[in-house]
């Protein structure tokens, strides 16, 4: 079973910043692309940035020039620095991995979720 825990969530003002991360665990062969995800209240979940191993990325015209997504494969780990923040930016940010396993089958597991609050 794999697990992922975000942490780094929390309340910021209005152009201040904060780090989200987020740890994969468990019994897995390698990890593909990792991500993350956010949904504000009443909307569908939507794509904020993915890292693939290779370190390419992949970025939401909403955050482009304002976050960065990186990742450590040693520790599993994809981080993703959100600056200038506005209160729009206001959700639970989910991150998620594609996991292969030692069979070669690839599987996506989400994180619990970690609320990120900006307050105007």
């Known amino acids: 079973q794999v697990q992922l825990v975000e942490s780094g969530g929390g309340l910021v003002q209005a152009g201040g910043s904060l780090r989200l991360s987020c740890a994969a665990s468990g019994s897995f062969f390698s990890i593909n692309v990792m991500g993350w995800y956010r949904q504000a209240p009443g909307k569908p979940r939507e794509l904020v940035a993915t890292i693939t191993s290779g370190g390419n990325t992949n970025y939401a015209d909403s955050v482009k020039g304002r976050s960065t997504v990186s990742r450590d494969n040693a520790k599993n780990t994809v981080y993703l620095q959100m600056n200038r923040l506005k209160p729009e930016d206001t959700a639970v940010y989910y991150c998620?991995?594609?996991?292969?396993?030692?069979?070669?089958?690839?599987?996506?597991?989400w994180g619990q979720g970690t609320q990120v609050t900006v307050s105007s």
């Open positions: 998620n991995s594609d996991v292969i396993n030692d069979r070669g089958y690839q599987y996506r597991y």
